[in-house]
């Protein structure tokens, strides 16, 4: 027979009771009047962007969240950011408010300042300006350069949804109603998993080039599916990436390293046919070394990757020469030594210095790439660096290029000894802080195997033909 001890009774009854879940006032409102839940979580709105929201309405105007958020949001993900999108006029939105500031000549934008540096983008509505061509005469689209060039031209809530670029970026948020504004069926796209671009893939992409690496950094970074209309069109269009201002070509190029899903990114790159436009030199070097080289850069990039994704910090200059690395470092088709390197490197040389020129890729990151390939010869010890090594390794780009040297490691299985050793060398000088050494150095055991060896090269590269490459390119 079983007997119930009785549990002793709660030293305080309320510790039992369930605690309520927190409500935003628009939530409460809504539940009281029985009406469902709200698409997303109040708790996980930014409290800024609804500042911004309420005092936009309660001023008459529409607002509402827009853009990378819901879709963010609707994954289950932290977005990056909040926007809102209005029916105020920038200098209606200005006048709202006290901590605003409106920025960009062509584009205005409404900047909304709170503490913590944080700050709420505001966007008028705006429509497409191709649409107006199109629908006067529909017949354009065959022959006319619809490269777009000015869209500054205000319009409806419909119409700036129907501006923007894939439907899973084209959603509203109504924080009032707690309801997803659908106009371009973004949601089901959403659920499905896919990216598509609003309205006719050719057309959208054609009006801007930059899209397809918008569309390959979503889709790398989101898990989503190109749907395979679109990815047609971005193969088509992917040689009019050459027409697009370098500047922000070069900007996407970087937010796509930045992604955390550059490896990725990069394969996508590849398929879709863009590579060979937006990077030759890689493009070039990846067809030269065949698969072995190519899973080479892209254990280097997934490397990058996860450093991204842990939230460590990752210079542009680490990104960037991590994309070229493997052009230095790999074996050259004569048989790969010292003049390898060194002729490889005057290679990128000139091309960092003119995307330094035409893209506007700051001095500092150029530089930081450059010298964080010239030392991985040092830290092989192929090149003798003058100086002390200590010197060396109290220089402020020696820790990246150490960061450089293991992922080539990792990738290659190239110099596994020679990284212990710094990576000791490196202990010695700073012993463990409380928060342990910068690099835990690593048994080169513990290292996982290398990719395919060096010895499978000859036979990748035999299959190498002639092959131009476009120089209109970014590297
Ligand atoms: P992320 O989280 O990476 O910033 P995002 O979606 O916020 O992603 P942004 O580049 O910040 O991307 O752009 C904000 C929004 O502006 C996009 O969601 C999209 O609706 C619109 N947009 C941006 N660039 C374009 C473009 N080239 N063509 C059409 N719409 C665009
Ligand atoms: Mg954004």
Known sequence: ????????????????????????????????????????????????????????????????????????????????????????????????FRNCRLIGRRFRLAHIYFKGQKVIEVATFRKNPVEEVLAEDPGAAADTDLLISEDNVFGTAEEDARRRDFTINGLFY????????????GRADLDAGLMRTIGTPEIRLREDPV????????????????????????????????????????EETLRLLRSGASRRAVELLREVGA???????????????????AERLYRILGSMDERILSGLPTDDSLLLAALLLRIVRAPSVEGGDDTGEASALTTIEPVLTELTRTARLPRRIAEGARLLLLAQGALHGERRKRGSPTRFMRSPHF???????AANVQASGEGIEALNRWRARESEIAPPGPRGPRHAPREASELPPPGLGVEALPAALSSVESFTFESSGLL
């Open 1 to 96: 027979m079983n007997i119930e001890i009785p549990k002793p009774a709660p030293v305080d009854a309320r510790d039992n009771e369930p605690v309520p879940t927190p409500l935003d006032s628009a939530s409460a409102a809504l539940a009281l009047e029985g009406l469902p839940p709200a698409d997303i979580d109040p708790a996980k709105l930014d409290a800024a962007a609804l500042k911004v929201l309420r005092h936009l309405r309660r001023n008459g105007h529409q607002a509402y969240l827009v853009g990378g958020c819901v879709r963010d949001l609707l994954l289950g993900r932290q977005p990056k950011d909040f926007d809102v999108a209005t029916s105020a006029l920038p200098e209606q939105v200005r006048a709202t």
């Open 174 to 185: 109504d924080v009032g109603l707690g309801e997803v504004i659908d106009y371009v069926n």
């Open 211 to 250: 899209r397809i690496l918008r569309a390959v950094r979503f889709s790398a970074k989101l898990g989503l599916t190109v749907e395979p209309e679109t990815w047609a069109a971005m193969q088509k269009q992917s040689p009019e990436l050459a027409r697009c201002a370098p500047a922000r070509v070069l």
């Open 275 to 293: 590579l060979p436009v937006l990077l030759p030199s890689v493009a070039a070097f990846l067809y030269r070394g065949g698969p072995v080289e």
């Open 399 to 405: 820790a990246d290029a150490l960061i450089l040297m």
